[in-house]
């Protein structure tokens, strides 16, 4: 039976729900992210509607660069807590259709759809259908994808927004593909794209599908045999059901850039510490600690360590993010953000959990590390309980000062 994945995605989703709450805001260019004046133009773009991108504001772009675009522009501060209320709202509807789900952000999902025509209809009867669920439910509007598999739903669900709906058969992928940009293929940024122009004079994805492989792989190493397998439409990777959650994290924007390293490693403390915190409140742990660090000019980095134990231990994680930022910051280069990511998660912590008896867990009188790691986990503990009780501001660590 021929895979049918969906990709559906809210069109400018931040935005929309700030519309939806206050209507007057309908036809106007809204900017979702800092204040472009109380925070003295700190910060990005975290959506903007379709009316602000008409002026050239996009995600991601600096909210000063924002401002200057469209100076009458609404700037909004987000509201997390909200989104994540809407985005619910919009997962129980795609349940609705199917249990395999991947959600793969607050705004977007994949669906696997295989075998559903019987009940749901034909890929495009049921695109419509997930729009018009969406609709009813949220009064929202959604873009729709539908393909072989979630390289090419999700490259559909993109190409006719607003509202949009796709539908790409089998047989069809590699047309599809042929005539768009290399950059729409997940994993070619604009180095790669550099690269695939200086060493093929290639500009399209079906240009890209005729190299073979070996060629790729010559220039790319084992990333050349991924860049051919997509470029052909080829795309294996499942939708999994209901996701945990792929990793935890944090990041600060300094109110000015900055080279001060103290200033950085108080920061990182902080992040490490609420990190830390966040992994052991959801009962995780996490093996692969990243570090984030964006310099003045946008320029943005990520280096990652992965451990052989998973942990959620705050200084392991810290000693691993400031290993990773001595091994890696560029002297004499300002940042503007850093930040802290734990993933690849494990079993939930039991270090330090009694048993049915009462009885603290022994530890081996010689081990030396072992003691060690027991009193950093009593000491998070500690930290932990001292927070339940007054505050999360009640405690804080002595490197942040």
């Known amino acids: 039976m021929p895979r049918i994945v969906a990709h559906v995605d809210l069109d400018c989703f931040f935005a929309a729900v700030e519309v939806l709450d206050d209507p007057s805001l309908a036809g106007r260019p809204v900017i979702v992210g800092a204040d472009p004046k109380g925070g003295k133009g700190r910060g990005v773009v975290a959506a903007a509607s379709y009316e602000a991108r008409k002026f050239g504001v996009h995600s991601a772009l600096p909210i000063s660069k924002a401002y200057r675009l469209c100076p009458q522009g609404v700037f909004l501060q987000g509201r997390g807590r909200r989104y994540g209320e809407v985005s619910e709202q919009v997962m129980e509807v795609l349940l609705g259709f199917t249990p395999a789900i991947e959600q793969i952000s607050v705004d977007e999902a994949f669906l696997d759809l295989t075998g559903c025509q019987r009940l749901l209809g034909q890929p495009r009867e049921i695109g419509l259908k997930i729009k ?32 949009g709906l796709v539908v790409v058969a089998e047989d069809a992928v590699v047309g599809f593909l042929a005539p768009l940009g290399i950059r729409k293929l997940w994993g070619i940024g604009p180095k790669t794209e550099e690269r695939l122009i200086k060493s093929f004079g290639i500009r399209t994805v079906g240009e890209l599908a005729r190299i073979p492989a070996q060629r790729l792989e010559r220039e790319f190493g084992t990333m050349g045999a991924y860049l051919h397998q997509r470029a052909n439409g080829v795309d294996d990777d499942p939708v999994g059901g209901e996701q945990e959650a792929k990793s935890t994290g944090r990041e600060v924007t300094f ?107 022994e530890l081996g009188l010689f081990d030396a590390e072992e003691r060690g790691r027991k009193r950093e986990q009593q000491v998070d503990q500690a930290v932990d309980q001292l927070r339940r009780k007054f505050g999360k501001r009640s405690v804080r660590r002595a490197g942040e000062l």
């Open 132 to 163: 018009r669920a969406v609709r009813e439910r949220t009064k929202l509007v959604a873009s729709v994808g539908i393909g072989p598999n979630k390289l090419v739903a999700k490259i559909a669900s993109d190409l006719e927004k607003p509202d």
């Open 255 to 361: 109110d000015e850039d900055t080279e001060d390293l103290e200033l950085i490693h108080q920061t990182l403390v902080h992040i490490c510490d609420r990190v830390a915190a966040g992994l052991r409140d959801d009962g995780l742990k996490g093996r692969t600690v990243t570090l984030k660090l964006r310099y003045e000019d946008f320029e943005t980095h990520t280096f990652r360590t992965t451990l052989p134990e998973a942990t959620c231990s705050f200084r392991t994680i810290l000693d691993l993010a400031e290993k990773l930022l001595s091994d890696n910051y560029q002297k004499r280069r300002k940042v503007r953000l850093v930040g802290a990511y734990v993933s690849n998660f494990g079993p939930a912590p039991s270090e330090g959990l009694r048993p049915a008896g009462g009885e603290a867990l």
